[in-house]
């Protein structure tokens, strides 16, 4: 014998218009009995709550309930989502559904005042439901689908709604906010404000959610973990948003998911409200435009800056297919939009920041909420694969150019210029090692590394300018062995040149060493690099074995790589370096006599 919810299902299929959820309906019965309590005091009901908490999937339930317990004679559903419903078209469909042929053709032929007098006669003293789904929509509110209708009309649907008050016939509302045009002469007081699921009937939102992504044994692991509760607090019972997150349970951790989609905010006690509100920004959003513009700014992280780098960003997008058609305009717009939900926050830099620098003093900082990231990001891997990396591939050139611009900026011989760098670097910090990380799977150029070394040498933080270096280099060792030509492999020998500077600089000196001598393989080997660029690199390296060679002890073999550096400088006049190779050779022969001398002293005291 079936039981309740396969025969909800059943009846959704053949009677009501609208797809049974997902994952079945579930939970709700105390919001049953309450709404149906209320109706009986009040016979018009507006049923409030956010976008994603449930409300057609509870009226979808209620329409069938209704149905199977005889709670009225029949029952008449609109959704402003589905369509713009004008007075005259819900007159017309609930008339055939209350009216049978002659009587039906009678109706119809009747003007419209004529058809709401005798059909609103009917309403009054029969006992039917009459839904109204998404008001919101009616009226064009900020991210609802807009099916608007002009306020002539929207008064006409006031007036039919106001003449059932106090009737027989039963009418449930339902938005996000308040429909105050409609309150006085229609629902009153009586609103019933939709929260999240209970607790149990979360709990088994979520299992129903988990059983088609992971295994029976992650799942009860999943269920166990103490993250998991936390995040399901986050959530606070929301369907849509629970649907969304969960689902992300597959590659990652609770604690790694809870993490993300908080960043610093912990405490905040709107969470859970913010979180459901960004939700239904990115997956229902009603504008197709939107969507895709959306997932541009899923690379990001943290901050974005506005005023120059995002129209630059947008300007090479435009040169992919997917965004050709969309100005800048229509990007603009979607940050304001953002802007105005909060997942975007703007932030004008300080002027202790600034430091009276009239260069960016215009400069905007948008900083990404930590869900708004997080959600993004989770989309823009379930997007086509083709797409993605062409978004990746525009976002990584982005910051490769932005990585020049920065790094000439450090090098600069003026202090406010460097900086200035440091800041730009600073706050673009992590997009710029995103982008890394995405050259480094690709085997591109590491231009970025470079900029992210000067930022931490002008930092002076050795420790995470080692670590650093020691990935990237660890990084390039699964190379194509091919890549021994050009650019990428003048980069691979320049990173371990940084590597080996860490290590020197660290007083690690076998392996500064170790890493310097990998430096001049790789240099002899490559091919396809100007000829006097190559040349200064095997000086240098020669010279920085040197430096190596004496903090060793090893001063013979010091002596050797510094005559060899002042050779190759010498034979490219590059006076500065030789002067320096010059200097360290004095250095050098001068400890080997203060050896010498102390040496045959020795020998004259025995």
């Keep these: ?35 149906e309590k209320a109706l009986e005091q009040h ?44 007075l005259a078209q819900i007159l017309f469909e609930i008339g055939k559904k209350v009216y049978e042929n002659s009587e039906l053709a009678q109706f119809q032929e009747l003007s419209q005042q004529g058809q709401i007098q005798k059909l609103v006669s009917k309403l009054r003293s029969q006992d039917y439901i009459l839904i109204i789904d998404n008001l919101e929509s009616l009226t064009g509110q900020r991210l609802a689908i807009k099916n608007i209708l002009p306020k002539e009309q929207r008064d006409q649907i006031q007036n039919l ?9 039963r009418a ?6 308040g429909e105050y045009w409609l309150q006085p002469e229609t629902f009153q007081t009586n609103i019933y404000p939709l929260q999240g699921l209970d607790q149990e009937a979360r709990l088994l939102l979520a299992q129903r959610i988990l059983q088609s992504a992971v295994s029976a044994s992650h799942l009860a692991e999943i269920i166990q973990d103490q993250y998991f509760e936390k995040l399901m607090q986050l959530l606070a019972g929301y369907p849509l948003a629970m649907e969304v997150i969960l689902a992300n349970l597959k590659q990652q951790s609770p604690q790694e998911i809870w993490q993300r989609l ?13 979180l459901v509100k960004c939700v239904e920004y990115i997956y229902r959003n009603p504008s197709r435009e939107a969507q895709n513009l959306l997932l541009c700014l899923a690379p990001f992280s943290e901050f974005i800056e506005r005023s120059f780098s995002l129209p ?14 969309y100005t800048f305009d229509n990007f603009n717009n979607l940050i304001q939009e953002a802007i105005k939900g909060g997942f975007l926050l703007p932030t004008k830099l300080s002027s202790e920041l600034l430091n009276n620098n009239k260069i960016i003093s215009e400069h905007y900082i948008l900083k990404i909420t930590p869900c708004f990231s997080y959600l993004l990001k989770a989309k823009l891997d379930h997007n086509q694969e083709t797409t993605n990396k062409a978004l990746l591939a525009v976002f990584v050139k982005h910051y490769q150019l932005l990585a020049d611009s920065y790094q000439s900026l450090m090098q600069s011989q003026d202090i406010e210029q460097q900086k200035l760098g440091v800041l730009f670097c600073q706050l673009e910090y992590n997009n710029l090692h ?40 660890q990084a390039q060792q699964t190379y194509l062995p091919q890549i021994q030509t050009g650019k990428r492999a003048f980069h691979r020998a320049m990173a371990l040149d940084r590597l080996a500077i860490s290590y020197l600089q660290m007083q690690q000196y076998q392996k500064a060493k170790e890493s310097y001598q990998q430096v001049l393989k790789l240099l002899q080997s490559i091919s396809g690099v100007e000829q006097r660029q190559k040349q200064l690199a095997l000086g240098s390296t020669y010279y920085q074995l040197g430096m190596v060679s004496r903090e060793l002890g090893e001063l013979e073999v010091a002596q050797q790589h510094y005559q060899q550096a002042l050779v190759i400088f010498s034979n490219l006049s590059a006076r500065n370096e030789q002067g320096k190779a010059y200097q360290q050779l004095k250095v050098v022969a001068q400890k080997m006599q203060e050896i010498e001398k102390r040496r045959e002293q020795g020998l004259g005291n025995r």
């Design 43 to 86: 016979n018009i009901l507006l049923l409030r709550g956010m976008a994603g908490v449930g409300k057609t999937t509870l009226l979808n339930y209620l329409c069938q309930r209704w149905q199977m317990t005889n709670f009225a004679q029949d029952i008449f559903y609109f959704s402003y989502e589905q369509q713009a419903w004008t």
């Design 1 to 35: 014998m079936p039981n309740k919810e396969q025969e909800y299902d059943v009846c959704c299929q053949h009677q009501f218009p609208l797809a049974p959820p997902t994952w079945g309906f579930v939970g709700r019965q105390l919001e049953i009995a309450e709404i």
């Design 312 to 325: 630059n960003y947008f300007q090479q997008l435009q040169t992919l297919k997917p965004w050709s058609n």
């Design 172 to 177: 449930v509302l339902s938005s996000r906010s």
């Design 434 to 473: 995103q982008a890394l990380l995405f050259c480094l799977k690709q085997q591109a150029s590491i231009n970025i590394f470079f900029c992210l070394d000067k930022y931490y040498q002008l930092l002076d933080d050795l420790n995470r300018r080692l670590k650093l270096s020691e990935f990237v280099c």
């Design 161 to 169: 709604l106001s003449q059932l008050l106090g009737g027989k016939t």
């Design 262 to 274: 908080q960043g610093k905010d912990v405490n905040r006690e709107d969470q859970a409200e913010r």
